[in-house]
């Protein structure tokens, strides 16, 4: 969901004269999507913006504690999609039937000090049980990963889903829409344009060095010097951290990255409806460098990934940039790997 559609949703939906009429209006296909993690800092927000999603038919909450209030609360709305919560693990099953994207902000954020690598104790273990239940219960579905570290749970997916014979590379994305969501707001703010009118693409992964904005590919360009591309490159690796930091012990990024998994969501389902040139970077099953995943530009359609696109010219810093990140992403992309196939 765009900033504008957004914006035009909400005035619709906060008119007097808004009716529910008006968003079926759009003959939209059905669609049903389940938010896992729904009463968490991430999920509630999330759900919100998924209920003004006009797109959306059937919207499923799924947590292990708060799910009844969130969904209570949200179904009051005046959109068209229905509201159901689901509040404990045997739910899981029916949370997740004919799930057409299922969004994955299950488990614990960070704390100042930590890295995304230091959540994978706990986090691995909800991604792999939760992935379980989605190769059990919707193996078609698009699967929108938020849950940290991307870099591995990506992988943990990716593995669970090929242990149960129903692996499709199209169907796995890891959501990395923060990093150009921030990208964007940093370049905007130095270059002094418009952020609406900003495209900035980031690649690589959603951990420190592994996210790698191109700015040398920035639009609408600006004549900026190599520190301002240093510092703006700097500040969207560590845009997390600075969230983290300020939150101080509360958490880390929600607000914004409920804004991010909703502009994804929505560009996953205009893809699946047949829209066309649907374009988004995200951490995917990738042959763009010698990494088995990578994230980049990728074109959404009907079956989720239709075209993994290349990343285009980069400046030597860019080129630096990628070289220093393959390390660590290669070792988080193991470590994922290795965790599910030790198990
Ligand atoms: N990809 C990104 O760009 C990005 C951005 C921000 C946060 N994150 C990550 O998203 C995750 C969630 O962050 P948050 O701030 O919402 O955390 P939170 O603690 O506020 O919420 C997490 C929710 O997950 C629920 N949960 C735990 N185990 C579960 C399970 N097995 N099944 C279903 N729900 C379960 C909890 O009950 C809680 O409601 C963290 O791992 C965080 O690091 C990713
Ligand atoms: O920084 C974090 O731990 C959360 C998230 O990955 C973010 O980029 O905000």
């Known amino acids: 969901m765009k900033a504008a559609l957004l914006t035009s949703v909400l005035r619709r939906s906060t008119a007097a004269s808004t009716s529910v009429r008006a968003f079926t209006s759009e003959a939209a296909p059905e669609r049903k999507v389940a938010i896992l993690g729904a009463a968490g800092g991430i999920g509630q927000p999330l ?12 919207l499923a909450l799924y947590d292990i504690a708060g799910t009844p209030g969130v969904a209570a609360d949200v179904s009051h709305i005046n959109t068209r999609s229905e509201v159901k919560g689901y509040a404990a693990e045997e739910q899981l099953g029916e949370a997740l039937e004919g799930s057409d994207i299922v969004i994955i902000p ?6 100042p000090g930590m890295t ?66 921030r990208a ?34 920035a639009t609408p360009k600006a004549n900026l010097s190599d520190e301002d591309i240093k510092a703006l490159t700097k500040r969207t ?5 600075e969230v ?18 909703a502009v994804f969501a929505d560009a996953c389902l205009k893809g699946l409806n047949g829209a066309p040139d649907v374009v988004e970077c995200s951490f995917v099953q990738s042959t763009v460098t010698e990494l088995p995943f990578f994230a980049s ?22 080129q630096q940039g ?18 599910v196939r030790s198990s």
């Open 47 to 58: 759900s919100l913006l998924m209920k003004l999603n006009p797109l959306v038919s059937r």
């Open 106 to 111: 299950a488990g614990v954020p960070r704390k």
């Open 116 to 181: 995304r690598d230091d959540l994978f104790k706990i986090n691995a273990g909800i991604v792999k049980s939760l992935c379980e239940a989605i190769a059990k219960y919707c193996p078609n579905a698009l699967v929108n990963m938020i849950s940290n570290p991307v870099n591995s749970t990506v992988p943990i997916a990716a593995e669970v889903f090929k242990s149960k014979g129903v692996y499709d590379e199209r169907k796995l994305f890891g959501v990395t829409t923060l990093d150009v969501v």
């Open 184 to 217: 964007k707001t940093f370049y905007a703010g130095k270059a002094k344009v418009n952020v609406a009118d900003v495209n900035v693409p980031v690649i690589g992964g959603h951990a420190g060095i592994t996210i790698l904005p191109l700015l040398s590919q």
């Open 237 to 241: 690796q560590d845009g997390g951290t």
């Open 244 to 261: 983290v930091e300020a939150k101080a012990g509360k958490g880390s990024a929600t607000l914004s990255m409920a804004y991010a998994g």
């Open 297 to 318: 530009k990728v074109r959404l359609g009907k079956n989720g990934v239709e075209e993994v696109l290349g990343l285009g010219p980069l400046s030597d810093y860019e």
């Open 322 to 339: 990628l070289e220093a990140l393959k390390a660590e992403l290669k070792s988080s992309i193991e470590k994922g790997v290795a965790f």
